[in-house]
């Protein structure tokens, strides 16, 4: 009998210890998306304004084809190796906070139960401007508390947009720390990960990043993410007002 039972456990051992070692094995790959603006008549000649139907379209093939949508936390335990990475995995990223995200794409992520997330420029919370046919609208602090409340993290992308990733020290310390302090104080929930405002960093900045405790910060472009991505320059695919679904098809599987 004794017999029996250790040839039982020896056996369990061997199955976890095949399956954590496939499990190691698995290459991480993972796109993270980063949208703009999803409009119901988008304008053609803004790169980063798509139309809602293209983004129904795009959100029900992620549905459709059994994709996993990430938390921020998710992604990166997976990334950090912390964590098992499921069969498809997806980070969906929102830049901007325009008010446009909670009429159009966050009731498709509502219907569809989605995980995503916004990084907003606190100073512009609420405000407006552009032109009467292109008003760009940033959504309000009930707003995004409502989203927040639904499956929508709000991170950091500063508290004002711009070239700024060549500031110094201070002044990039007192524009993140603000908006930090400014998303926590509204959702009451965790501020750790950033985005760089049109895509830029430079070694201060990432040191003022660290510093102030984010445990990760991404840009613009380089493909799909993986486990060798620098913590701190996560690449994104950005979806824009030329792709399709078959585009973007091949950007979800090649990461361009």
Known sequence: MKKFIISIMSSLVLILSFGLQANAATPVKIPVLMYHRIEVNANKNDTWQISLNEFKQEMNYLKSNGYTTLTNDQFYNIITKKAPMPAKPILLTFDGATSDFY????????QYGFNSTEFVVTDQIGTSWGSPSDMIRIMTEEQLKTVA???????NHSTTHGHIAN????ELTRRVAGATNKLQSM??????YFAY???????????VLKNL????????????AT???????MPRIGIVNTDNITTFIRKIKTGY
């Open 149 to 155: 409340k639904n499956k929508v993290e709000l991170e």
């Open 227 to 233: 486990d060798s991505s620098d913590l701190m320059n």
């Open 213 to 224: 405790k984010v445990k990760m910060a991404f840009k613009v472009g380089g493909g799909l």
């Open 167 to 170: 500031l110094g020290t201070t």
């Open 103 to 110: 009429y159009n794409a966050y009731p498709i992520l509502k």
């Open 197 to 207: 405002p049109f895509g830029e960093s430079s070694p201060n900045f990432v040191n």
């Open 187 to 192: 959702t009451n929930k965790p501020v750790g």
